[in-house]
């Protein structure tokens, strides 16, 4: 018998701690677990440019775990050489499949019941366990595709 814990555990775990006892938004929750997940270290510029990217400062524009992963398919995508162009075209794709899965890449639609005053904070939690499931195999196909 193993006592090995699934990836599907291990993201549940981390985006709880990150939601709930560092209080960060879905965008710097993503951008950080990805990176440990693929091993890249960030700089703090580049967590502080998350700050203001879930919903766009909570409008409600693109949804900051789409934003998030924006970031991260450049930052990954240059540290394994990729042409521009080719990180240009894996971001479009990634858009295109993530609005395919999940039906919008807009905050206000994906987010369970918008940005009411009373709302209880990160109301994404499970959303963002899924996505983050969906993107490792998405950066997963992106790192093992051609460089040029």
Same mark, same amino acid.
């Given at each position: 018998?193993?006592?090995?814990?699934?990836?599907?555990?291990?993201?549940?775990?981390?985006?709880?701690?990150?939601?709930?006892?560092?209080?960060?938004?879905?965008?710097? *929750?993503?951008?950080?677990?990805?990176?440990? %997940?693929?091993?890249?270290?960030?700089?703090?510029?580049?967590?502080?440019?998350?700050?203001?990217?879930?919903?766009?400062?909570?409008?409600?524009?693109?949804?900051?775990?789409?934003?998030? !992963?924006? %970031?991260?398919?450049?930052?990954?995508?240059?540290?394994?050489?990729?042409?521009?162009?080719?990180?240009?075209?894996?971001?479009?794709?990634?858009?295109?499949?993530?609005?395919?899965?999940?039906?919008?890449?807009?905050?206000?639609?994906?987010? #369970?019941?918008?940005?009411?005053?009373?709302? #209880?904070?990160?109301?994404?939690?499970?959303? !963002?366990?899924?996505?983050?499931?969906?993107?490792?195999?998405?950066?997963?196909?992106?790192?093992? *595709?051609?460089?040029?």
């Amino acid at each position: 018998m193993t006592n090995q814990i699934s990836q599907k555990e291990i993201i549940s775990e981390k985006v709880k701690e990150y939601y709930w006892k560092y209080d960060l938004n879905c965008a710097t *929750t993503k951008i950080k677990l990805l990176s440990e %997940m693929f091993s890249i270290n960030l700089s703090e510029q580049v967590i502080s440019a998350a700050i203001g990217m879930h919903g766009a400062g909570k409008y409600g524009a693109q949804c900051g775990l789409v934003e998030g !992963t924006l %970031m991260f398919l450049g930052i990954i995508g240059k540290e394994y050489s990729f042409q521009e162009k080719t990180i240009v075209d894996h971001c479009r794709e990634y858009a295109k499949q993530f609005e395919n899965k999940f039906q919008s890449l807009l905050c206000s639609a994906l987010r #369970p019941e918008g940005f009411k005053k009373n709302n #209880p904070q990160h109301l994404c939690e499970n959303l !963002t366990c899924r996505a983050i499931e969906f993107n490792i195999d998405f950066v997963l196909q992106f790192i093992n *595709t051609k460089r040029y």
